[in-house]
């Protein structure tokens, strides 16, 4: 479980293809805050922390797995060398709720087609997948790219969000632009309302 609080903004160091594709991301995080077999929330996406060693021009780096699926539904099958992710270490007993309940399961990805300046913040609008619309409310909540964020409104097959200040540049929305894709993560309340409108 995760909130959408992001902790660190980490760069993937490597890409390694053979059957499974492998992820070195170097961090902030300090190797004794890593866990073999923990999960960290990488881009939105839960992933199992294989290995881990001594960062080279960070604190630390750890390695993890993706299968074939994950890339084809994630944003991952594009990361390359120097990608920037979202990081978010996995919920201890104790730990503030922030954000909102985050699973790490990413539903698909939505297309960023604008941005808009209002204020200090910026108005990012997004495409999303007819399938999905449904899921996504004004005032409701929605994960994008590990990120617990507030939807604005929904038109059509396109929603908004604000991204302030403090979020753009301690996460990669700071460098997002129109075109560019992101993890969509739908809340999983919406997701059980939905199941017993249905059964209803």
Request: contains cysteine; aromatic residues 6%; charged residues 25%.
């Amino acid at each position: 479980m995760f909130t959408g609080i992001i902790t660190d903004m980490g760069r993937v160091r490597a890409v390694e293809s053979n059957g499974d594709t492998r992820f070195t991301i170097d961090t902030a995080y300090g190797l004794s805050e890593i866990d073999i077999g923990a999960s960290i929330a990488c881009a939105g996406v839960c992933l199992t922390v294989v290995d881990k060693s001594p960062g080279v021009d960070s604190a630390s780096s750890f390695s993890v797995t993706a299968s074939a699926e994950t890339l084809s539904k994630t944003t991952l099958g594009n990361w390359t060398e120097g990608t920037y992710v979202n990081l978010e270490k996995s919920l201890r007993v104790g730990d503030e709720l922030g954000g909102h309940i985050v699973t790490g399961h990413v539903d698909g990805t939505v297309t960023i087609v604008s941005t808009v300046q209002e204020g200090d913040s910026v108005r990012f609008v997004f495409r999303i997948e007819d399938a999905l619309r449904r899921f996504v409310a004004p005032k409701g909540s929605i994960t994008l790219d590990g990120v617990s964020l507030t939807v604005n409104e929904v038109e059509g097959d396109t929603f908004g969000v604000n991204i302030i200040p403090h979020t753009r540049a301690e996460t990669t929305f700071g460098e997002a632009a129109r075109g560019d894709r992101a993890n969509l993560e739908i809340d999983v309340l919406a997701r059980y309302v939905a199941r017993l409108a249905e059964d209803g």
